[in-house]
């Protein structure tokens, strides 16, 4: 199975954005990628499979791909899409209260990894009024990058968070049943980003979901791949991490603003995740 490397993709420049219009799609070939995609399908009808799993493509489905994931189209009639290929890593999506967004997280996060799970139900699907704002929005980051005029970096990812947040808020306003579900999750994911600093309990967070405990850990731990606190162990080490890097604020009172009472509990925890302890983990990042 073929990796599309990002050298080949991406421009020269390594500028992190590309737009591929397939109108049509051609047969392809099972593969993965080295970055991740915005598929949002403009016409026609086609199987998407991802190796294990197959799902019925109309116009308007819009999904993620991430980049170890592979996948394919089959069966195309006239299949019309649109990749947005991006590097998570190298964008700013942590910017405003993008984080914050509970469709967000639903879509780019637990979506992907719950649709073997519910045989793509959860899929966003673009009313036509959503996937007309969506081309224009689209239309706006590809003449950016095309163009590449002076200040097209800051154009485009301003293009690309606007893009983003249009599409996780029409998740979050979905009134199909599969969909709520992850947004629920996805609540619950920005609750926690947004209060990392105090206590946050599991009863809580189960609460918010409006699910059954045993039914939010189960979707919880199936999609994220670990159980709700320790994830929010790890955002909170994760925040812990960038004030080590950045700031020079004492270890102790780096713990208590990431919401853990204890320094030395935050020390375990910490050189559990960077098997260093925090004061090491800064002087090697200073």
Avoid: C
């Amino acid at each position: 199975m073929r990796t599309l490397k990002k050298q080949d993709w991406f421009h020269e420049d390594g500028f992190p954005i590309v737009v591929e219009r397939r109108d049509p799609q051609e047969p392809f070939g099972l593969h993965r990628h080295e970055f991740s995609e915005i598929v949002i399908i403009t016409g026609g009808s086609g199987v998407h499979i991802t190796g294990e799993d197959s799902y019925e493509l109309t116009t308007g489905d819009t999904f993620v791909i991430g980049g170890d994931r592979p996948h394919d189209y089959l069966n195309m009639d006239r299949l019309s899409l649109i990749n947005i290929l991006f590097v998570p890593s190298e964008l700013p999506l942590f910017l405003g209260d993008l984080q914050s967004l509970s469709g967000y997280h639903a879509l780019f996060t637990l979506e992907p990894a719950w649709r073997s799970h519910h045989n793509f139900t959860s899929r966003l699907q673009l009313t036509p009024a959503e996937l007309a704002e969506t081309l224009r929005l689209v239309k706006k980051l590809d003449d950016e990058l095309k163009l590449r005029r002076s200040g097209f970096r800051v154009m485009a990812i301003a293009a690309m968070l606007e893009l983003v947040t249009f599409l996780s808020r029409s998740y979050s306003e979905t009134r199909n049943p599969t969909s709520q579900t992850l947004v629920r999750i996805g609540e619950t994911i920005s609750y926690m980003r947004r209060n990392i600093d105090r206590p946050i309990t599991l009863n809580e967070l189960v609460t918010m979901s409006g699910m059954s405990r045993t039914n939010f850990l189960r979707i919880f731990e199936a999609a994220m791949g670990t159980s709700p606190i320790n994830y929010l162990i790890q955002l909170r080490i994760d925040e812990a991490s960038n004030l080590l890097r950045n700031t020079d604020r004492s270890i102790t009172d780096i713990a208590f603003t990431v919401g853990f009472s204890d320094s030395n509990y935050f020390s375990r925890q910490f050189r559990k995740v960077h098997d260093r302890s925090p004061r090491d983990y800064r002087k090697r990042h200073q």
